[in-house]
């Protein structure tokens, strides 16, 4: 399993790369792994609004649909547009292709995210 250093995580698998007010949000390795072929991706509209642990959109594998949960709440700023052609991106680096970007409204709410670390020890602990 891949993680990266310096992002953040949810328990729902979600990562967070914050950039100032800005966060990009993906699935992780840890998840595109658990759905296997992913052959479709619903993405949110730009300026929709989210609050933390609202589903944001839905990725659908050979498997099964699993929805997207919004670990920081926020307004959409971009989506990734080149998920809608080729979702199969998230399965060949499920970091460099986030799904959208938004403006963070409560910053505090990052506090409740793991590191890498402890996202590590989550994902053995559901194993």
């Known amino acids: 399993m891949k993680t990266v250093a310096g992002l953040l995580y949810s328990k729902e698998h979600e990562w967070v790369k914050v950039e100032g007010s800005k966060a990009f949000i993906g699935v992780t390795d840890y998840a595109q792994h658990a759905m296997g072929e992913i052959v479709f991706v619903e993405l949110p509209e730009v300026d929709d609004e989210f609050s933390m642990g609202d589903v944001f959109g839905v990725i659908e594998s050979v498997k099964a649909a699993s929805e997207v949960y919004i670990p920081v709440s926020g307004k959409v700023l971009e989506i990734n547009e080149a998920l809608e052609d080729s979702p199969e991106l998230i399965n060949e680096d ?9 403006e963070i409204t409560n910053k505090s709410e990052l506090e409740g995210l793991m590191g890498e670390e402890e996202y590590r020890e989550f994902c053995e602990k559901e194993e």
Not at 94 to 102: P, Q, Y
């Open 94 to 102: 499920a970091f460099e292709n986030w799904i959208v970007s938004v």
